[in-house]
């Protein structure tokens, strides 16, 4: 019901910086909060940012102080601006939008995330 659409990554050098945007897309939706997780190579997919409607946030202690989430909520779209970027960066991420969708008087709720876009940060 509601699609998103990651892009922004590819590869980086340590130390350099790189913005991934996602943007929601659908019908009768209102996104609440957006995040950003990653996964690296045999890991745990792991909560990045999170980013709720009113713009309060919060990061993994591993990228506070050099990522920042944002978004435009006239867009439905979320951006991670990731800056002193290191190897242990190295994933593909993924967006991820909670919302609540509308059918006349019934609302429902539900999580969508997007197909996963690759960061790859070389020494």
């Known amino acids: 019901q509601v699609q998103l659409v990651e892009s922004g990554g590819g590869l980086v050098q340590t130390g350099g910086s790189l913005r991934l945007s996602c943007a929601a897309s659908g019908t009768r939706f209102s996104i609440n909060d957006m995040a950003w997780h990653r996964q690296a190579p045999g890991k745990q997919r792991e909560l990045v940012a999170r980013?709720?409607?009113?713009?309060?946030?919060n990061y993994a202690d591993s990228v506070k102080g050099r990522f920042t989430i944002s978004r435009d909520n006239a867009k439905n779209t979320v951006y991670l601006e990731m800056n002193m970027m290191t190897p242990e960066d190295t994933a593909v991420y993924y967006c991820?939008?909670?919302?609540?969708?509308?059918?006349?008087?019934?609302?429902?709720?539900?999580?969508?995330w997007g197909q996963g876009t690759q960061v790859t940060v070389s020494s």
């Open positions: 991820e939008a909670d919302y609540r969708s509308y059918f006349g008087d019934d609302l429902s709720v539900g999580r969508s």
């Open positions: 980013i709720s409607s009113s713009g309060n946030t």
